[in-house]
């Protein structure tokens, strides 16, 4: 399964000057999940507030900021963000000019707003609605599962997506617009050699660093110590349709400590977030029903479902695992080795990566795993490496892909040392930040021109 471990919870235990806002922040909902939404639309994650804006005692009403267009900016919604930046201590204290430059922020997506509204930009009801799905999943996973984030909120998750669709519709919106005049951007070789001369002594030192791939192999259980595992997961499984109580046999068999605890139980999911093998089976039972002993590549599964809400259904499971000995460590070093002497007789190592390596993506091309600075590398792998020129391959190295242990041969195809910055040899790094500063560039002069034609005042 891609997930079989429960959320984390938030920790209240840490002590931080951020507790010190905690009250307003947690009072700033709405604006906090606008913020939200931002942040993971760019791979980011953040905290959630509580509770609807209230007015205290001797509070001034909120005020407007800045004016875009149609739309307003807020003096809390501003301070929502603010506070966002505290409670995540990636600031030690909001200065003026930290408060102007996240105005500033907002005033550029409202500016990039009203230009979308402009050309027409379309965002169906369906993006809006999937996005808004998986961002509340998210959260769901996040905080401990979907009754505690509605808790936390005082609102139904129905209510939630209802209350901010509209929201979620502008920042995908701006999402699109700024996708649709800057993705495409391309680059000249005059461009880069350009971008190189002018701005070459602001360059990086680049590390030493190492182009490698491998072929991944996991060791394979004997098959007495799989019918054995197997065995054991229908007995459990016979004594709870006998009546035994799962959460007990969960806490006392599973080897999935983390759902184990939790009695086995996984919360509400929806299709994607597990292994195949699993999904199908989840999916395919009624309510309080059981389904038989389930092979994964993690082991087997007692799975039973608890209810189903919607396209989402809550399982809990006991997962056994399949032990393994030293002899099938030793089958899999074995096999790789008669790999690296094919090698030698004539093979290439991409074909067998391809044909044998059981990690599928770097398999599909060739074993290739990337470039990587060399004091990055694990001690092993770092010491096996310096001893090696281009070209040539390690012994089987014990590593882990995923969650999967097991052994790889490693390929160096190429090892540059430490150097500075050149054409010559980094020519691709060269050409994707001189891409990012033409892209910059653009971007700043598209906002300036907005302005330019865009109503906007701040009032701060």
Do not use: C
């Amino acid at each position: 399964m891609n997930n079989t471990s429960n959320p984390s919870m938030k920790n209240t235990n840490r002590k931080s000057a951020s507790e010190e806002i905690l009250p307003r922040f947690r009072n700033n909902m709405i604006q906090r999940f606008r913020f939200l939404l931002i942040l993971i639309l760019l791979n980011s994650t953040a905290g959630f507030s509580q509770g609807n804006p209230t007015l205290a005692k001797g509070q001034t009403l909120d005020r407007i900021v800045a004016v875009i267009d149609d739309e307003i900016i807020l003096e809390s919604e501003l301070n929502a963000q603010l506070d966002f930046l505290l409670f995540n201590e990636r600031v030690d204290s909001i200065t003026p000019e930290i408060k102007r430059s996240v105005l500033e922020g907002l005033i550029t997506d409202k500016l990039i707003l009203a230009q979308a509204i402009v050309e027409s930009v379309y965002i169906s009801d369906d993006e809006v609605q999937q996005q808004l799905e998986g961002i509340v999943q998210q959260r769901a996973q996040q905080i401990g599962g979907e009754k505690k984030l509605e808790e936390f909120y005082g609102m139904s998750l129905a209510k939630m997506k209802i209350e901010f669709r509209e929201e979620m519709r502008k920042q995908l919106l701006v999402q699109r617009l700024q996708q649709t005049k800057f993705s495409r951007s391309t680059i000249s070789r005059r461009d880069v050699e350009e971008f190189f001369q002018n701005y070459r002594d602001s360059l990086p030192v680049i590390a030493a660093e190492a182009e490698l791939a491998h072929i991944f192999i996991k060791p394979k259980p004997s098959a007495d110590v799989k019918s054995k595992a197997r065995e054991k997961a229908e007995r459990i499984r016979d004594s709870l349709l006998q009546g035994g109580d799962f959460q007990t046999f969960a806490k006392q068999y599973s080897d999935d400590a983390a759902s184990g605890i939790e009695g086995g139980d996984l919360g509400f999911v929806r299709r994607g977030q597990f292994v195949k093998e699993f999904e199908e089976a989840a999916f395919a039972l009624k309510d309080r029903e059981f389904a038989p002993v389930i092979e994964t590549q993690f082991g087997f599964h007692i799975i039973q479902l608890l209810e189903r809400r919607g396209d989402a259904v809550r399982p809990r499971h006991i997962l056994i695992k399949v032990g393994k000995s030293e002899s099938d460590d030793s089958l899999a070093i074995s096999f790789l080795s008669s790999l690296n002497d094919s090698i030698l007789a004539g093979k290439t190592f991409a074909e067998l990566a391809k044909r044998y390596s059981e990690d599928t993506e770097s398999a599909l091309v060739g074993g290739a795993m990337g470039i990587f600075p060399l004091a990055q590398l694990e001690t092993e792998l770092k010491e096996k490496i310096d001893s090696l020129n281009a070209g040539q391959i390690t012994e089987p190295l014990k590593t882990i892909v995923g969650t999967n242990s097991g052994y790889h041969l490693v390929l160096l195809k190429k090892k540059t040392s430490e150097h500075q910055a050149n054409l010559q040899d980094d020519w691709k790094r060269i050409e994707q930040l001189a891409l990012q500063f033409k892209r910059t560039n653009e971007y700043k002069n598209w906002i300036e021109e907005l302005k330019k034609n865009i109503y906007w005042e701040s009032r701060l």
